[in-house]
């Protein structure tokens, strides 16, 4: 149901006055806001937000989960606290369903705080709380030659699930193992970036490492690698609308690959991907398409958001139908 102006209005009054601020004045916001922030919200969904600054003006980047990441227009300063309107879209019992919410935050004895209201949902979405933790930036690239690797660890033993798991039990689980190959069944078509059958993620974590992992993507196929949780390589068919900085070979929506090596769609592929210190490698089919890039901050669908933390190997099933086969990652031997 639509809400009255003077509703909206009351809510926006509430989400300032709780935030000890005036909907009327304007002023400067404190710089230590500026820098990547990884977020523990009450209702335990994936957040990040980045502040930078323009002509003394805070540019706002912020994702629950999935949907944009911004900038987000609408920014406002208000007695050092940074408010900002942001879309936020969750999985339903049936349907999914997006949600417009006011973010107010700011630092209180020096540490983050904030505050998401929704005016069109009920408890737990309706006022959600959090914190974060400022990240170091992103440092200088990796001199992948001088890295060490261990013995590599089979992931996928071409048997059953053993290792794995759904990462949210209220999903639906299409995985199954047969002649050696994991497959996901959905009767979803469509590239939606949520969905009622779950995504399959290793119940073991990890840091840096090299993975190989074949896949077999079909024509109107879409799903992904997350390496620890955060960063996805692509995985769709070649012909498929997606090119670029969402094609087959791309560290999604953050680093575009430098040609499309993928093979027709139906066939095995293989990608070999390493990630160290925050920078990813991508190999397709033998080809290097993405060298030793930095990632700035986490893709869409990312179940971790903290880089300094480990994270499990997530394979989207959320998406539409895939095949994988012959999953390994060699770790890296730290001094």
Request: hydrophobic share 35%; proline share 6%; net charge neutral.
């Amino acid at each position: 149901m639509k809400k009255s102006g003077g509703i909206v209005f009351w809510l926006w009054f509430v989400i300032i006055s709780l935030s000890g601020t005036s909907v009327f004045g304007n002023g400067s916001f404190p710089k230590e806001l500026l820098g990547y922030w990884t977020l523990d919200l009450s209702t335990n969904e994936p957040a990040w937000m980045r502040i930078e600054e323009k002509e003394g003006q805070p540019i706002v980047y912020m994702r629950v989960h999935v949907l944009g990441e911004g900038p987000h227009k609408g920014v406002k300063v208000e007695n050092g606290r940074v408010v900002f309107p942001l879309k936020i879209k969750r999985q339903g019992k049936g349907e999914a369903f997006t949600t417009q919410n006011i973010v107010s935050v700011g630092l209180n004895n020096g540490k983050l705080e904030g505050l998401i209201v929704c005016e069109s949902t009920t408890a737990p979405y309706n006022r959600i709380t959090f914190t974060g933790k400022k990240v170091p930036p992103v440092g200088e690239r990796p001199d992948l030659p001088e890295i060490r690797f261990g013995k590599p660890i089979i992931l996928f033993n071409g048997k059953d699930l053993s290792g794995w798991r759904l990462h949210s039990t209220d999903r639906v689980i299409g995985w199954s193992v047969k002649d050696g190959i994991l497959e996901n069944n959905t009767p979803k078509t469509d590239f939606g970036s949520t969905g009622s059958y779950g995504n399959l993620e290793t119940e073991a974590v990890f840091e840096d490492f090299y993975l190989h992992i074949e896949f077999l993507a079909d024509t109107g196929q879409n799903s992904g690698v997350y390496l620890r949780g955060m960063y996805e390589a692509q995985v769709v068919d070649r012909d498929s609308r997606m090119q670029g900085l969402q094609g087959v070979g791309s560290v999604f929506g953050r680093v575009a690959p430098s040609r499309n090596a993928a093979t027709e769609p139906g066939t095995w592929q293989t990608y070999d991907l390493t990630l160290v210190d925050r920078h990813m490698t991508v190999i397709l089919n033998g080809v290097k398409v993405v060298d030793n890039q930095p990632i700035v901050a986490p893709t869409g669908g990312a179940v971790v958001t903290d880089p300094t933390a480990p994270g499990p190997i997530l394979l989207q099933g959320d998406h539409t139908s895939i095949k994988y086969r012959n999953i390994y990652l060699a770790p890296v031997i730290k001094d």
